[in-house]
């Protein structure tokens, strides 16, 4: 493997000066996962590699009982995210996407911020912090800025971080009452797969326990970027969640997916996958809701 030299900042603002000193022949690296795995195949060759997990402000997750936002450090595993009570407890669609990537060993290393500025399509960490509302937090050599994670996501392999930029955080909002969510991931392994298709949907209720007040639906490997089926969405709004609503919510999903044959499978059978999955996991919303 190439060599590399290994810079362990201990603060946000000594990692960013790195970066402005070395420029294009520094690369950060959080678990390494997706880093290592590209020096080794030749397709980065970086001098420099600027560790992200020695800065001291890298939080799993932590909830804000006075804003009932949970705050969630990029550099945090995927693993401290699965084994959060408060993740499992409370936002079970995040928690179904992180204790399904990779496997042990490698949740135990690979990051929630690794996952999202990766910007792959399949990337299962930004399915259901999108349906959450999630906003990212990020620093620079400007300062800091936060945005809607649903807009982060460029195109493949691009994600809205300017030159040195790093991703700090992810802070979700308080969740609306009467709330459940649930997610998929579908391929023809359940590990150490990439997905064909990933599905989230998030549903709150009315007080009658039945109407949908809000929903979030949302796809992976649908689209070259993460996609908020938004006509799905606001099919559902008003309605009585049920078997049927659910089944015509995915076939609007359906229509609004860009889903493209690829080896992972063909588009005409991911189209109808979309669908399958959509009411699947709104019925699992439903009652996670209830
Ligand atoms: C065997 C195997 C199985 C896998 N299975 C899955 C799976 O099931 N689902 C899935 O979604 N992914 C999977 N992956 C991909 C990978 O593990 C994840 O995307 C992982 O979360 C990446 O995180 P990391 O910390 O290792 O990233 P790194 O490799 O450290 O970094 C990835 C990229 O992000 C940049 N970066 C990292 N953190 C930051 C930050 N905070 N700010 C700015 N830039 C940053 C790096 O410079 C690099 O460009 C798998 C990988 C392997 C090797």
């Not at 993740?87 to 992180?98: G, K, S, T």
């Not at 949907?201 to 689209?223: F, H, N, P, Q």
């Amino acid at each position: 493997m190439r060599k590399f030299n290994y810079l362990v900042p201990k603060t946000l603002d000594e990692a960013v000066s790195l970066h402005e000193s070395y420029g294009e022949k520094a690369k950060y690296i959080a678990g390494g996962t997706d880093v290592l795995v590209k020096i080794k195949e030749g397709k980065l060759k970086p001098d420099y590699l600027i560790s992200l997990k020695h800065i001291s402000d890298q939080d799993g997750p932590v909830m804000n009982h006075e804003t009932g936002e949970l705050a969630i450090g990029a550099y945090a595993t995927h693993r401290s995210i699965e084994k959060s009570s408060t993740v499992r407890l409370n936002y079970p669609i995040l928690h179904d996407a992180v204790s399904n990537i990779g496997s042990v060993q490698i949740r135990n290393v690979a990051t929630i911020g690794g996952n999202l500025v990766n910007a792959v399509p399949s990337a299962d960490g930004a399915i259901p912090l999108i349906t959450l509302d999630a906003k990212a937090h990020i620093f620079g050599t400007k300062g800091q800025r936060t945005m809607e994670l649903r807009r982060f996501f460029l195109g493949p392999g691009q994600c809205d971080l300017d030159r040195g930029e790093i991703l700090t955080r992810l802070v979700i909002p308080a969740p609306a009452p009467r709330s459940g969510g649930a997610y998929v991931k579908h391929g023809r392994r359940s590990a150490m797969e990439l997905p064909m298709l990933g599905a989230g949907v998030l549903l709150s209720l009315e007080e009658d326990m039945a109407t949908c007040a809000k929903a979030r639906i949302c796809l992976g490997v649908a689209a070259p970027t993460p996609l908020r089926c938004i006509q799905a969405e606001k099919y559902l709004v008003g309605k009585v969640i049920d078997e049927n609503s659910l089944a015509e919510a995915g076939k609007v999903a359906a229509e609004e997916s860009k889903v493209r044959d690829s080896i992972r499978g063909v588009a005409w059978y991911r189209r109808e996958m979309v669908g399958v999955l959509v009411k699947r996991m709104g019925l699992k919303a439903f009652e996670r809701a209830k």
